[in-house]
């Protein structure tokens, strides 16, 4: 493969991550949150309503969950695209 092939790949792979990851935290943050909170909070989570639980610490738990998958990821993708720093 062509460096600048490669180097296209590597940030096709990137710029695919960075969407999924982004479309992932808005359905949970504004989707769960916001849109589906009277659906969700027929249910509870720790005696909290479910919409509730999302729109305080759910969307919040997820995004911190995203950094660190994207970082495993992208350390993931620099290897295989031979751009890793170690």
Same mark, same amino acid.
């Given at each position: 493969? @062509? /460096?600048?092939? #490669?180097? #296209?790949?590597? &940030?096709?792979?990137?710029?695919?991550?960075?969407?999924?990851?982004?479309? =992932? &935290?808005?359905?949970?943050?504004? *989707?769960? $949150?916001? =849109?589906?909170?009277?659906?969700?909070?027929?249910?509870?989570? *720790? *005696?909290?309503?479910? $919409?509730? &639980?999302?729109? !305080? !610490? *759910?969307s919040?738990?997820? /995004? =911190?969950?995203?950094?660190?998958?994207y970082? &495993? #990821?992208?350390?993931?993708?620099?290897? @295989?695209?031979?751009?890793? @720093?170690?």
């Amino acid at each position: 493969m @062509e /460096f600048s092939e #490669k180097m #296209k790949a590597y &940030w096709q792979a990137n710029v695919r991550l960075l969407v999924t990851l982004l479309v =992932i &935290w808005f359905v949970v943050s504004f *989707g769960f $949150g916001i =849109i589906l909170v009277d659906v969700l909070n027929t249910f509870s989570l *720790g *005696g909290y309503p479910l $919409g509730f &639980w999302f729109a !305080q !610490q *759910g969307s919040i738990y997820t /995004f =911190i969950a995203l950094i660190f998958f994207y970082t &495993w #990821k992208m350390n993931k993708i620099d290897k @295989e695209f031979d751009v890793d @720093e170690a």
